[in-house]
């Protein structure tokens, strides 16, 4: 079981959310935080590059920097689900362009949980690039 405690943080458009081992980040309506559906996309961000980075590790694929964009398109109607998602990375280092899209591909189609509980609503789109350092 995974607990996550909310408490308001200065107003009631201002939350700090913190995990069971003490770290916390700060959500929000305000402007001044990261909204609730913004985190959804730092989530798939976070989840697949941390697939990706197992992936190509395993692969002997020497990855030196990894940056990811993440675009979303939400419905118009409530619920404003995200309706499309477009994941794209920027892989820094010396790897086989198909290594690349196999780890990219095996994250997003078989080990991103967070991905795979959103394509239930949204269509995920992935593309990357490599960009060979010297």
């Given at each position: 079981m995974t607990t996550i405690q909310l408490k308001t943080n200065g107003s009631l458009d201002n939350y700090l959310c913190t995990n069971a081992n003490g770290h916390s980040i700060n959500l929000g309506n305000d402007g001044n935080t990261v909204g609730p559906m913004e985190s959804v996309l730092m989530a798939i961000a976070s989840c697949s590059t941390i697939d990706i980075v197992m992936i190509l590790d395993k692969m002997k694929q020497p990855?030196?920097?990894i940056e990811v964009t993440v675009d979303g398109v939400r419905a118009t109607e409530i619920p404003k689900v995200y309706t499309e998602i477009k994941v794209h990375y920027t892989l820094?280092?010396?790897?086989k362009e198909k290594k690349a899209e196999q780890a990219v591909n095996s994250s997003i189609e078989k080990y991103c949980s967070v991905a795979l509980m959103i394509e239930k609503t949204a269509q995920i789109t992935a593309t990357f690039e490599v960009i060979e350092q010297k």
């Open positions: 990855l030196d920097d820094y280092g010396n790897i």
